[in-house]
């Protein structure tokens, strides 16, 4: 019986609020970005300087670089130490000309530092960093939105990007431009540069997160003395996101670093790099915003096993450990990273999890959502894995029969229940007298259990016809 | 029988229970087997019945045997962990009482070094309780070497469980220790991972607080300075809650040396995340450092704070402004308050932030207390106004639900004008959830404003919420309907309420006719026996023909509901046939709850 509205709520307001008084949670989030002001979803805090007192922000436009005059170098210096000047980009009306003319200028740096060979002198190092220092080092802004949701909500952009993807540029053509010298910059690019950078990679702005792995990318590449320091500070962000704030934008972009990281690590592993494996990698797998990063962090963990076999099985346990109990979209990509591992695993390996690992997967064949049953009886595709399963048929087809032949009477989705035919067909043709023999077995049981109990079915809804 | 088997081992340890075959002993062989059981949920169950299985083992065999058998199993879900280092902290009679109840180290020093926050603050906890129970000699032989090892240990999750040990072991211990004490914890606080020192930082306070004074200006202010300059925001803020323990401690001519450096400093970090824990801390501050400093240096401060570039900074200064007020010198306080603060909180009211206007909304209303009945009229009414006219329906329905502070300096007759408006708008606000907030406030508004007032601005609104199409504002509006009452009493209720009420039960909506009858039940009680029996009754009777079934069932429930107000005999007379006519009728709920009213517990006996 549908009631008959009778309030003299405003047609508009009724519009946005249902009857049953909630709102799609898009449509709320859509009204409180608008009620957020019209200042845009962009967030800064560059130029706010705490206690600032006014000064003079106007820039003049110096004369063209020319590689080739004299006093070129001079003239370079100028324009980063023109480029140091921050303007707030929240005002969009004032100093116009001059953010012009620093827009133009740090165009005109990003093509100098990238076209030319010998520009690079050690006197100029300092003014370089300092101009990069300034322009993007900084406390990240507190969230607009509190309860941000990286998959729903459009992320606050930075407000002074226009300048500061130019400083970004710069700093990238910088470290790859031939005559770039390690030695002397690592003076400047030191820890402390790094811990900074690293701080950064929180941004909500995916533009600057992009550039900073980049960038991090390349200074893990040429300063050989950092590396050990980039990789410990990278566990701190990690080891703090998973124990104490679960809060942190950038881990997806770390990881893909690490993910080629890992591919250069040299053999035997060092302890170091297997702690990093067992107590930061796979504790990540607990994170509730996993599908963030889970592409990238399955990637990491399968290039580790590449590398050393004998760490599947500690690895296959950890997972196993962490296998989410109630969140079924989780589920689902443990299920994905499990087949990735066991495209790479050796045999020999095999065996030793099969027993915990084919446990699990019988449960997840059970499973009432249907995208859990069916992501794992599509392992049952995989022709590697299928015939590792063939090999050790005796062992893993008394662990799954069970929950297969149930399935195949109780699920309540006929693709599942088609599925699961297929695989108990492949499984029976791989052993059928053991099949026989544990299909007798489960009759007899069934029988002195008496009828078919409903305590049994885990789908109490299912008309069983 | 029943043996222990551990997952490190399988030979059997012991036949712990039930091997002698007595009975008595079977519900605890059990709860032993259960707890190397593969469902977690069985092993969760056994250890949380620990106490159970350890006092019928006795204390000698559970020292024995139970708590090897339990340090080996610290491999298990974090669940069951949990709750192991929950119950080994009230373990001590259970091993013996304080003589034996070192035995429980070894266990919960596994426990301190997991991963999971949640299982080794539990183990801290522990740990921290039974360290009371220890003897000082046993401190010294056993409990302080434990804490020694978690200072050293090579993973971070070690280190960070002895941040929270030093300060209950070095009270009692002696002077060499206590030197050794005071050394590990420096090294703790500069340790190389950012996690171990945030948990020192947390953990500074609590030190200081039993360190010698003269070891407090030596170490704990060198650590304070060290730790409020970290490369890191998230250890640097710790420092400031540390800084209120610290400068309680000092004597007042040390603080502006020893404290008032870092302080200031930290007012000023260029990190938002350090200068919102200074805002969120400033009262807390403010009394440790005493009214001289607060005059001189936190004045300013807190006005630096209200001006912040960041909203969320903004935000904690404002919603600390009344305390920081009231706790002024009273000697100047009015003159502090006028020439530096109240202009900052004339900018906050119109800021561009709307959490920053609420913040302040929920405290600006105090203020009138302070500064009396003259300030309050020329300087905050302006503002109390502004904010009632604000676009954000949560700051004006803060200064709504703080009327009383400034009923009491002024009276509230001076807002009502504006007043009106801005209630009238929240109670037509698009979201429910305010509606039903201003619902909340308006006994409050009526009992202030009276009942003249009232009758001629208010009543209407209150009818309207009857008939909203949100189930819970209806709803709120019935139970509000009743505190109307109570305040203004049944004559009231019978010539301006009643007649509304009434009149709903024909209206074509059948909800509607509904909140008739929730009224009704609502109201039958205040309103007494004559109107009930009156004006009400007929009307519930007449509806028990109503063509909608969840209508005639409500009937039902009233008449169960209003039966104690009414006369023996009106029930028998009137009630009872048509309790009798529904119990047959067509819809089986009608039928059920007809049924219940007929034999409900509140009815006389007369009825079934």
Not at chain 2, 77 to 82: C, K, P, Q
Not at chain 2, 163 to 192: M, N, W
Not at chain 2, 359 to 374: H, P, R
Request: charged share 25%.
């Amino acid at each position: 019986m549908a009631a008959k509205d009778g309030s003299k709520m405003s047609a508009a307001a009724i519009a946005a609020e249902k009857v049953d008084g909630f709102t799609r949670k898009s449509v709320r989030k859509a009204q409180q970005r608008q009620r957020r002001s019209l200042s845009s979803s962009q967030g800064s805090s560059q130029f706010r300087t705490h206690g600032a007192v006014p000064v003079d922000l106007s820039l003049s436009p110096l004369p063209q670089l020319m590689p080739e005059c004299v006093n070129q170098q001079e003239l370079f210096t100028q324009k980063l130490q023109q480029c140091c000047v921050l303007f707030d980009f929240f005002d969009s009306v004032t100093d116009l000309k001059s953010k012009e003319v620093k827009r133009a200028t740090l165009n005109e740096l990003v093509d100098y530092v990238s076209t030319n060979r010998g520009v690079l002198v050690e006197a100029a190092y300092p003014d370089i960093t300092n101009m990069i220092i300034t322009n993007i080092f900084r406390t990240l802004p507190p969230s607009d939105n509190p309860d941000f949701d990286p998959e729903e909500d459009e992320p606050t952009l930075e407000a002074s990007w226009p300048h500061m993807q130019l400083v970004y540029e710069f700093l990238l053509r910088f470290l790859e431009n031939p005559d770039f010298q390690p030695s002397i910059a690592k003076r400047y690019i030191d820890q402390r540069f790094v811990l900074q950078l690293l701080e950064l990679f929180d941004t909500e702005d995916p533009r600057e997160r992009d550039f900073l792995k980049t960038i991090l990318h390349r200074i893990y590449g040429k300063f050989l003395g950092l590396r050990a320091f980039i990789r410990k500070q990278i566990n701190n962000i990690f080891l703090r996101f998973i124990y104490e704030s679960e809060h942190f934008n950038g881990v997806a972009e770390l990881l893909e670093i690490l993910g080629s990281i890992i591919n250069g690590f040299a053999l035997p592993l060092k302890a170091e790099h297997k702690q990093f494996l067992m107590k930061v990698l796979l504790p990540l797998h607990t994170a509730k915003a996993l599908v963030l990063f889970h592409a990238q962090l399955a990637y990491c963990i399968v290039q580790f096993l590449e590398k050393d076999p004998t760490l599947t099985e500690p690895v296959i346990r950890g997972l196993l450990k962490f296998w989410p109990k109630t969140c079924s979209q989780k589920e689902v990509m443990f299920l994905g990273e499990m087949e990735e591992i066991l495209d790479v695993i050796e045999p020999t390996q095999f065996k030793k999890i099969q027993e915990p690992l084919f446990k699990q997967i019988s449960k997840c064949v059970t499973n009432p959502h249907f995208q859990v049953a069916e992501r794992a009886l599509y392992l049952w595709n995989n022709e590697y894995i299928l015939s590792l399963i063939e090999e050790n048929i005796d062992k893993i087809l008394p662990l799954m029969f069970g929950s297969l032949y149930r399935i195949s009477k109780e699920h309540w989705n006929p693709t599942i229940v088609a599925l699961v035919y297929n695989v108990l067909k492949t499984l029976m043709e791989m052993n059928g007298s053991l099949f026989d023999d544990l299909t007798a077995s489960y009759k007899n049981d069934r029988q002195r259990c008496g009828t078919p109990s409903r305590l049994n079915n885990p789908y109490p809804h299912t008309l069983s016809s | 029988t029943l043996t222990l088997r551990t997952q490190r081992h399988s030979t059997t340890l012991t036949k712990m229970a039930g091997a002698d075959g007595d009975d008595s002993l079977y519900p605890i062989a059990v709860l032993i087997d259960e707890l190397r059981n593969e469902d977690v949920q069985l092993r969760l169950n056994s250890i949380k019945k620990l106490s159970t299985i350890a006092l019928a083992l006795g204390v000698e065999r559970t020292r024995t045997e139970l708590l090897p058998f339990l340090t080996d199993t610290i491999y298990d879900e974090d669940e069951v962990l949990l709750a192991l280092a929950e119950q080994l902290g009230n373990f001590t009679m259970l091993v013996g009482g304080p003589e034996y109840v070192h035995c429980l180290l070894p266990p919960l020093e596994s426990l301190a070094t997991v991963e999971e926050t949640v299982v080794r603050d539990k183990a801290v906890e522990s740990l921290r309780k039974i360290s009371q129970e220890h003897s000082p000699v046993d401190l010294e032989v056993h409990f302080e070497p434990l804490v020694k090892r978690l200072a050293s240990g090579d993973w971070f999750t070690s280190r960070t469980s002895a941040c929270g040990l030093f300060s209950v072991c070095y009270p009692r211990v002696s002077s060499t220790v206590k030197a050794e004490i005071r050394q590990h914890f420096r090294t703790l606080c500069s340790d190389d991972t950012p996690m171990v020192r945030r948990a020192a930082a947390s953990k500074l306070g609590e030190f200081a607080k039993v360190l010698e004074l003269d070891y407090v200006k030596s170490d704990i202010i060198s650590l304070f300075t060290a730790l409020a300059s970290d490369e890191q925001d998230s250890v640097r803020l710790l420092a400031v809650e540390a800084c209120v323990s610290i400068a309680t401690l000092l004597p007042q001519e040390d603080l502006e040396t020893l404290v008032m450096p870092t302080l200031r400093q930290a007012a000023e970090d260029k990190s938002w995340r350090v200068r919102y824990m200074v805002a969120d801390k400033f009262s807390e501050l403010q009394k440790a450092v005493g009214p001289e400093i607060t005059k001189n240096d936190l004045v300013p401060a807190f006005q630096n704070l209200l001006k912040d570039c960041e909203a969320e900074v903004r935000a904690a200064a404002a919603n600390k402004v009344k305390e920081f007020c009231e706790n002024l010198p009273e000697d100047n306080r009015e003159q502090i308050i006028m020439t530096h603060i109240l202009p900052c909180v004339k900018e906050l009211v119109s800021d561009t932030n709307q959490h920053v206007k609420s913040a302040l909304a929920s405290v600006i209303m105090g203020l009138s207390t302070i500064l009396g009945k003259d300030n309050t009229i020329e300087h905050l009414l302006p503002l109390f106004l502004a904010q009632l006219k604000d676009e954000c329906p949560e700051v004006r329905l803060n200064i709504i639900s703080n009327l009383d502070c400034v009923n009491e300096v002024i009276g509230i007759r001076q807002l009502s004008q504006s007043l009106l408006p801005a209630i009238v708008e929240l109670a037509e606000d698009a979201k429910w959830r305010v509606r039903l907030a201003i619902i909340e406030y308006m006994p409050l508004l009526a009992g202030q404003l009276g009942v003249e007032f009232f009758d001629e601005k208010l009543n209407t609104l209150c009818m309207a919420w009857l008939i909203d199409h949100v189930y819970a504002i209806r709803e709120a509006a019935t139970c509000n309907l009743m505190k109307l009452v109570e305040k203004f009493g049944a004559d009231w209720a019978q010539n301006t309420i009643v007649p509304k009420v009434l009149g709903m039960a024909n209206d074509p909506n059948y909800l509607h006719r509904m909140t008739t009858l929730f009224c009704i039940n609502a109201l039958s009680d205040v309103c007494g026996r004559d109107i009930t029996t009156k004006q009400m009754l007929p009307v519930v009777l007449k509806m028990s023909e109503d063509q909608v079934a969840n209508v005639r069932f409500n009937v039902a429930k009233s008449l169960q509901k209003i039966g104690p107000v009414l006369e023996k005999i009106t029930l028998q007379n009137q009630v009872k046939p048509v309790l009798d006519k529904l119990a047959t009728d067509k819809d089986m709920d009608v039928k059920y709850f007809a049924h219940e009213a007929l034999s409900g517990e509140c009815l006389p006996y007369e009825y079934s």
